[in-house]
Structure formats: structure tokens, C-alpha cells
């Protein structure tokens, strides 16, 4: 019966005026007269019914969107403080417990700055690393012992501990770390005459900035429609200013230019070359193991631009069936130890390239030794001279425009050379030999400094010679009368100049050995000026006379320099080995020397020839410039490089 008079009641709303039948009587009462008053006090369900059941279920329904309101709210705080910490932002080290956490204001950069001095012990350092992860570990394990329940005073004095020590650790390696960039001399009073670089002055003359340009990439060519709309990864091994680093961020240029989707994975970022990365818009990924790999296996092509990326391609090879057919190897080095670290999984890659005749003889051979196949024959891909140091040398290029001819190019070009000798302190009459490289063993500094020594001091050495200088006199060659009689006309007129100081690749012990062979000729060394390391050589080559390139051993590989040289009418001087002996022809583009100690001697002589001969540079200039323009300049490469890329790529 009172689930019957709710259900009447329920349709009513407050206030109205209708009538109620009361069950009992089955008279009817206004809603507001004293029965209906006392009928209704007396009983539960009227009582409840007196708001009406409307109200009730109303409130009901508050109740739940209450609920709702307040679940949603305690959701939404978490998630932004979660949000926060995992951005950074945790400003009491609220979630970290007190170890490892960054905050704002004056402990955001002190732990930033730890953390990159980590980084930089990890790679310098390898035994004091090791002390500072025991160190660090131990911190850890002491606060796993430590009780669940901390005040917050004892917390903040732990974390300040965990701090003080880890800062007193870090600044050890940090005054390590200042000592070996001390050990890198890069000033005026260390080197005797540091020059450049000449970046601000080649584009106040040429009025050209290369940061301006656009892409070079020709369209309607055969590579760009190859390439356009893939992607691409590009493995860098480090960044430094040197050879096969600066091939491949121009390769990568290209394809950006092209319409390429590019990815860069660099193994060492070691080098300068990070911002000019940026410049470019070159993608580089900041993991280089799993998201490098879910990168590289989504691409249409993997380019691996050195031996040493061998270990990657090892591992990403552990992770995926097709990744053998996928990856392309255009190896840079040739020396055994390269060979060595790379040899098991030569023959797991879709192909590989060389840049020379010779680097490609000598790795077969090796493989021959080891017993190793190769899934295919190796293809030949030498480098080239970029579109913007042949626009600067004068040869036509993608960047050439009506404004910018090159018979317009050349005039600058001269009008750089005069500038930029003028700061090194030159005159015409000096012959400036330059010679740009990473300084270390392999590519002859030191030996270039004696062939310059027998030139400069041939007549005391005559006079005064020790056995310890007799293995650098060639008696039967160079001191006739004529000679000696030009001994002070030569030391005024030579000059060499040596980069890259400051380049990550250099061997301190190495640059020290040559300034301490420096500091006891004091004639030659006024003689000798440094450069710094350097993306903008175009004013170098502008103001040089000569190219020596003088790598021992095996040889230089290919030697880019060699043919930038030889694009701005330069004459080389190169050792008769690797790949140097492919691109300069003696008597012809160049003159060729031995290796080591007996090729000092005949450099020495050579230096003499050309220095006597102005016409004889020249007319070596002419032919090497002629060579650049007929094999080495882009489109020759990309021509080539285009070929290996149909053949390598899953053509969809």
C-alpha cells in the first residue's frame, strides 16, 4: 500500500496543487489543510513524500555528479604533478626521493652541468668513470638501507650529502678534464703564428653566405627522382671536421635537397659539426640503439658511412632478418685494425663501397686472408668536390646564378686571395704550402717540418751536421754550390701552414712533438703557420700556392683536400701511395714522394722545384683544375652513387 502512494506521489511537483485522496477515508483533502498536515506528520513514506520523490532521486543524482567531480579532480592534480615531475619540474624532489631529481632555479644547471661532465669522463676517462660509478652506486645502495619513515630534515641533509659528494667526485673529473683540453695548445703564444679562421672575411668579399642557400639538388635529374619521397638513415661514426663526417652531411644535404626523408644516427658525437647538423635541418636521433634501430628498419636504405659503424650494424642485424638487404657500407678507412673490427659482418650487408682502386684491392686482399665472401663485388664511389667550394674556385655549379657567373667568382676569388694573405702577413714573393688535416702520425706533419728543414737550414746543416740529422741529408742531390748560394732568398720565401688545430681527431703528444721540434729550430719555425679546424677553407685554398698531402703508411685513402686543392689550381705534393697516387699525376697535376724519412728528402726537393718554378705551378694548377672538372665534382659522384642506389634499394 505505501509502494502504491509513492508512486502516486511521485509524479507531483513541489508546490503544485493538486489534490491527494487519503487511502483511509477516500475523501479528498487540500494540500494544505491541517488533516493533510497531520495526515502526513504521523508516516515514514509522507514525510519523504513531502519534498516529493523527485527532490530525493535528485539528490541521489548530486550525489553521484559529486562523486564524479571530485574523482575527476583527484585524477586530473595527479596527473599534473606526475606530468611535472616527468618533465622535469620537481621542485622538492618530491618523487625522486631526494636523489636525481632537477628543480628550478639554482639547481637546474649544476646538475645539468654534472651530467654533461659525466658524459665527457665516460669517453676521456675510462678508469675515473669507473671510480665514479662505484661511487654513485654506493650512494645508491646506502639509501636503498635507509628506514621507509625520514623526517624531512634528515631527507634534505641526505640529499645534500648525495650532492656534496657527487659534486666533490665530478670536479675531479672535471679538473682532469681541464687538464687534457690545456694539453690542446690553441693559442698565438703556443703555436707562434695561428691564422684564421676566414669565415667572416669570405663573405664580406665573395658578398655570398653559405647559411643563405637553398638546395642544390637537380630535379629533374635521375638521382632525384631515385630518392625522392624515401627514407633514408645515415650513420655518422663521429663529428669531426674531417673527411668521411663532412661526406656524409653532405650526402645528406643532397638527399634532404632531393625530396629525401633523412634520419642521422651519430655513434660519437666527438666534433663540431653538430651545428652545422642543425643548419642544414639534418634529423640527428638522440638514441642510437633502440629507436635508431625501429628508425633504420622502417627506411628504404641504411648508408653507414665508416667501418668503425660496425658495431651497430651488428647489432641491428641481431634484431631483424631483412636488415642485411637493406644496408649499404661506404667505407672511408684503410688500415687493418678497421678491417679487423669489421670483418664479421662484411659479408651480412647488401654492398659496400670504396673510394679508391687501391682501398678496394687492399680490403679484398684482407678478405681473402680471412676467408671471407662477399655477397656481391664491391662498388667505387669516389668523393668530390662540394657545389660551394667549386662555386668559390671558380667552376661552374648548381649555385651559379646570372648575379654570380664564374668569371665573376674568379675576380672575387683573387680579391680573397690578396685579402687573406694580407692578414697572414705574406707578400707576393712567398710561396705559402699548406697542408689540412687532423695533426697525427699517420698524416706527416712532422716529416713535412724537416723537408721544410732541409730546405731553410740546408747551409749550417752542411756545415754542421750531427749523426743524428745525417739520415736527412741526400749528399749526392741537393747541396750544389747553386742551391746553397739561395739558402737566405728560400727562408724568406717559403711558408707552411698546418691545420686543423683544435680538431678532435688530433694526437696531443703528436701536435707536442711537433712544437718541441719547432722550439728547437727557431728558423723554421718562423716559417710555419697553424690554422684553426674549420668548415670554411675556401679562403685557405684561396691564398695557398701549393697542396702537400703526405700521409704515411698505406697511404691516404682518397684524400678529398687533394682534389679541392687541385679545384682552386693548386699543384700537390703527394706521397706515391693509396689513393693519392690515383688522382695526382707526377709531372703532370703534381709531383710524387716516397714514404717516411727518404720521401722527406724528395719532398724537399719538390718544395725547391716549385718554389723556383712559379710557371711550372701554374701550369700543374691548370691540369689539376681540368681533371677536377672532368671526375670529381657532384654530379660525376651522384651519377655514380645513383647507380649503387637502384641496385641496392627495394624498388617499390
Known amino acids: 500500500m505505501e509502494e502504491g502512494n509513492l508512486i502516486r506521489l511521485s509524479p507531483l511537483r513541489p508546490g503544485g496543487g493538486g489534490v491527494l485522496k487519503s487511502p483511509s477515508s477516500g475523501k479528498s483533502t487540500p494540500r494544505g489543510s491541517p488533516s493533510f498536515r497531520r495526515l502526513n506528520s504521523g508516516r515514514t ?232 647538423l642543425t643548419r642544414r635541418k639534418i634529423k640527428v636521433l638522440e638514441d642510437k640503439t633502440d629507436l635508431s634501430f625501429k628508425t633504420a628498419m622502417k627506411a628504404d636504405l641504411i648508408i653507414a658511412g665508416s667501418a668503425v659503424c660496425s658495431s651497430w650494424i651488428e647489432n641491428y642485424l641481431s634484431r631483424t632478418v631483412l636488415g642485411s638487404s637493406q644496408i649499404m657500407w661506404w667505407i672511408m678507412e684503410n688500415r687493418r685494425e678497421y678491417f679487423n673490427r669489421s670483418k664479421l659482418v662484411l659479408n651480412r650487408v647488401k654492398k659496400l663501397i670504396f673510394l679508391s682502386e687501391s682501398q678496394s684491392k687492399q680490403w679484398l686482399t684482407w678478405c681473402e686472408e680471412e676467408n671471407i665472401q662477399l655477397n656481391s663485388e664491391p662498388a667505387l664511389v669516389p668523393l668530390s668536390v662540394n657545389d660551394e667550394l667549386a662555386f668559390v674556385a671558380g667552376i661552374s655549379s648548381s649555385l651559379n646564378t646570372p648575379s654570380f657567373t664564374t668569371e665573376k667568382m674568379l675576380e672575387k676569388r683573387q680579391l680573397l686571395r690578396s685579402a687573406v694573405r694580407k692578414e697572414m702577413g705574406l707578400s707576393e714573393d712567398d710561396m705559402l704550402a699548406v697542408t689540412l688535416s687532423s695533426i697525427n702520425p699517420g698524416k706527416g706533419q712532422l716529416l713535412i717540418l724537416e723537408s721544410a728543414r732541409l730546405m731553410i737550414e740546408r747551409g749550417t746543416m752542411m756545415n754542421n751536421t750531427s749523426a743524428k740529422d745525417s739520415i736527412l741529408i741526400d749528399h749526392d742531390y741537393y747541396y750544389s754550390r747553386a742551391l746553397l748560394q739561395n739558402t737566405r732568398k728560400k727562408e724568406e720565401k717559403l711558408k707552411i701552414l698546418i691545420g686543423s688545430v683544435g680538431s678532435k681527431s688530433n694526437k696531443v703528444m703528436y701536435v707536442k712533438t711537433l712544437l718541441r721540434y719547432l722550439s728547437t729550430h727557431s728558423n723554421l719555425s718562423k716559417s710555419v703557420l697553424w690554422t684553426p679546424a674549420t668548415t670554411r677553407v675556401a679562403s685557405l685554398y684561396a691564398a695557398a700556392d701549393v697542396y702537400i698531402m703526405n700521409s704515411q703508411g698505406l697511404g691516404e685513402t682518397f684524400g678529398r683536400v687533394t682534389i679541392e686543392a687541385m679545384a682552386f689550381g693548386l699543384p700537390v705534393l703527394g706521397t706515391d701511395s693509396g689513393g693519392t697516387k690515383e688522382i695526382v699525376e707526377h709531372n703532370v697535376t703534381g709531383l710524387l714522394h716516397p714514404l717516411g724519412r727518404p720521401g722527406a728528402r724528395v719532398l724537399a726537393r719538390n718544395l725547391d722545384y716549385l718554389l723556383q718554378n712559379p710557371s711550372a705551378r701554374q701550369e700543374m694548377g691548370i691540369r689539376g683544375r681540368e681533371k677536377v672538372q672532368k671526375m670529381y665534382l657532384k654530379k660525376q659522384m651522384f651519377q655514380k652513387f645513383g647507380e649503387v642506389l637502384y641496385k641496392c634499394m627495394r624498388i617499390k
Open 45 to 276: 513514506p509522507r514525510r519523504e513524500g513531502k519534498s516529493g520523490g523527485f527532490t530525493s532521486h535528485l539528490f541521489r543524482s548530486n550525489r553521484v555528479i559529486l562523486w564524479l567531480l571530485l574523482i575527476t579532480l583527484w585524477a586530473y592534480a595527479g596527473f599534473y604533478f606526475q606530468s611535472r615531475w616527468a618533465h622535469g619540474d620537481n621542485k622538492e624532489d618530491l618523487f625522486s626521493g631526494g636523489y636525481g631529481g632537477e628543480s628550478n632555479g639554482q639547481n637546474i644547471e649544476p646538475q645539468r652541468k654534472n651530467r654533461s661532465d659525466l658524459m665527457i669522463a665516460n669517453v676521456s676517462f675510462k678508469n675515473r668513470d669507473v671510480v665514479l660509478a662505484e661511487n654513485v652506486s654506493g650512494i645508491l645502495s646506502n639509501k636503498s638501507k635507509a628506514p621507509k619513515k625520514i623526517s624531512k630534515r634528515s631527507r634534505r641533509s641526505s640529499r645534500k650529502k648525495i650532492q656534496n659528494k657527487t659534486k666533490v667526485v665530478v670536479e675531479d673529473v672535471e679538473s682532469e678534464v681541464d687538464v687534457q683540453v690545456e694539453e690542446i695548445p690553441k693559442q698565438n703564444t703556443t703555436y707562434g703564428f695561428l691564422v684564421g679562421p676566414f669565415g667572416s672575411v669570405e663573405d664580406s668579399i665573395l658578398e655570398w653566405i653559405p647559411e643563405k642557400r637553398r638546395g642544390t639538388c637537380d630535379r629533374k635529374g635521375a638521382f632525384a627522382r631515385l630518392v625522392w619521397s624515401r627514407k633514408f638513415v645515415l650513420i655518422f661514426h663521429e663529428l669531426s671536421m674531417t673527411g668521411a663526417p663532412l661526406a656524409m652531411m653532405e650526402l645528406a644535404t643532397e638527399f634532404l635537397s632531393c625530396g629525401a626523408t633523412i634520419s642521422v644516427i651519430v655513434l660519437n658525437k666527438k666534433g663540431g659539426l653538430m651545428t652545422e
